[in-house]
């Protein structure tokens, strides 16, 4: 009952997600159709190059659908933050079945059926368009079948670098641990896959009774790939320079203050806001806002300096922000004036450990680590001024590496004792929520990490309003505030937009 009261109270933006989701399954499957036929045939009909096609198609298919995707970021005209990307992705995942049962479908013909054609005298062109493909076409459309299947699984990934579709909610729902939203996006996406395996199901039963035959399916075929090519020229070819682009890291603090700088620049008036919220972390938003593909995004002084652009971190607040505006400014990217709270790492434990083992400090983990397991987020663990630093600074050695996880479970899996130790943020409300206690950096190893909005040069200039709209939040944000935030859409699953809403009301923002 609760998801479907979450569909019929975002049914507008529900409708729009299972859109999304369709033409990206729609328009890679039929790119992954008019590359991956022409391949199989080519395939079947000249072996060598058969196997090397075939060694390319299953390698596309081995790497993680994740890993693909950051693999294809950062490359020149077909990466990006957006559907390019993921559209590129989806088609080289839909190619392998596609064409291993176009070279099935034309290895299995009867060997006498060819024999006539040749007898006949008909050339191989003949023998192909006449003979081979027709009687491989139901094999093909299993392929089809068993490519759009997996198409609308993988669709969902497509959310993390900003392409839309239901993986939208996917992530909103992780990024909250709310069960609900992550089921309002993973039952319509269960429900097309089903939807689609029925309706080629279907088509390959008419065409095993003969009441489609191989040249009509040939036809509809060819006209979907037609349209398929008109909806990616239409939709995605569009011109975005006349929007305003807010994007956000995949967790709950990073979607509110791209909801509340969106928000801000959507009450200036005059400017349509897009936004892409709940992105694949600091590389993915980084590498976005460098290219112009997003406009303003909020990141952290620390993680600026040390994660991004790889430069020690000055442990003073106005110097790590200084420091971090030189270092944009000769990127093309414009840092303003903080939000007025900094959410640095801390070091968590179960509070009643923390009691019973006289914990106060991060030093004092030494005596526990051997017989503890520590748990951290992805790029926690990867940072320079993350987990290597950390055990480096204060001579920690656990009992096992630690277990890497997404940063929406992590506190969740320490509070139910899957780990022992984690690095949260300082202002997270799942740490009271939750009964954690946080640890003191008594070596002050973690850098300043003060909440600042960045936004592309170019861009500032084309909308004078937006550098003002989000300068307005300079200093309006305190630690509290963003706790409670944090804890409205964490610890009472409210929707970050209603949350930031809220606050920039109180903050006498919302009529700006």
Known sequence: MSVWRFWLTHRSELRVLIEQHVLLVFVSTMAAIAVGIP?????????RIGRAILAIANAAQTVPSLALLG???PLRLIGGIGPRTALIALALYALLPIVRTTVTGISTVDPAVVEAGIAM????????????????VPSIVAGIRVATVIGVGTAT????????GLGEYIFRGLAMVDTTTILAGAIPAAALALGADGVLAWIERLMQRGRLTAASAARVLAAAIVVAGIA????YGASRHERVVVGSKNFTEQVILGELVAQAIESEGGVEVARKLNLGGTFVCDRGIRAGELDVYVEYTGTAVSAVFHQPVPRDPRAAFERARELYADAGVTVLDPLGFNNTFAILVRSRDAQARSLRTIEDLRGV??????????????????????VRTYGLQFAAQPH???????????????VDVIAGDATSAMIDALQLTPLEDNRRYFPPYDAVPVIHASRAGAHPGLEEAAAALAGRVNEDAMRRMNYAADGEHRAPAAVA??????AGLASR
């Open 232 to 235: 990616a020229i239409a939709l």
């Open 501 to 506: 809403r809220e606050f920039l009301r109180s």
């Open 369 to 390: 680590a051997p017989s503890w397991t520590p748990g951290f987020g992805y790029e926690f663990i990867q940072r320079d001024d993350g987990y290597p630093g950390l």
């Open 121 to 136: 005298g008909m050339t191989d062109r003949q023998l192909l368009w006449l003979v081979q493909l027709p009687l491989a």
């Open 71 to 73: 693999f294809l970021l």
């Open 157 to 164: 990934i497509a959310a993390a670098i900003g392409a839309g």
């Open 404 to 418: 890497a996880m997404d940063l929406s479970l992590i506190y969740r899996a320490l509070a139910d004792r899957q």
């Open 39 to 47: 391949a199989g045939v080519a395939a079947a009909r000249r072996p």
